[in-house]
């Protein structure tokens, strides 16, 4: 694996992985809570362009969750439940990037797209690992 190499899905999963661990750091006060959960999304994210990469699927330059899922599942894969709710992360992606005004995120908010995060890693892990 060729961690530069765009085409290749392992690429992305290790991308995806390294956003969840900078997601994960929460224990250091200097750190918003809003950029950790950027980071979730970010991790989600990858993982869905990791499985499209790995069935063959074009996908655009997006940051829209749902719709990476809906063309993984116009290809005829299913997607469970617990990664389909990672549609809550997509606005991470945008509007709690930048200073702008958004309510304050939560310490439960954020231990729920961490968690969200997680799921859709671990099936993008299994669907590229051929378990899925």
């Known amino acids: 694996m060729n961690p530069l190499d765009p085409s290749d899905p392992m690429a992305w999963l290790q991308r995806a992985s390294s956003n969840l661990h900078l997601a994960k750091k929460s224990r250091d006060e200097n750190v918003m809570l809003e950029d950790l959960c950027f980071n979730a999304q970010q991790a989600a994210e990858k993982a869905l362009k990791a ?28 997607i469970p439940h617990k990664v389909k709710s990672a549609d809550i992360l997509t606005h991470y992606a945008v509007q709690t990037r930048y200073p702008s005004p958004f309510e304050e995120i939560t310490r439960q908010e954020y231990r729920e797209a961490v968690k969200v995060a997680v799921e859709v890693i671990n099936w993008a892990e299994m669907v590229v690992g051929g378990e899925g």
């Open 51 to 78: 499985v499209c990469l790995f069935r063959g699927l074009d996908f655009p330059k997006t940051h829209s969750l749902i719709r990476l899922m809906d063309i993984i599942e116009a290809d005829g894969l299913a």
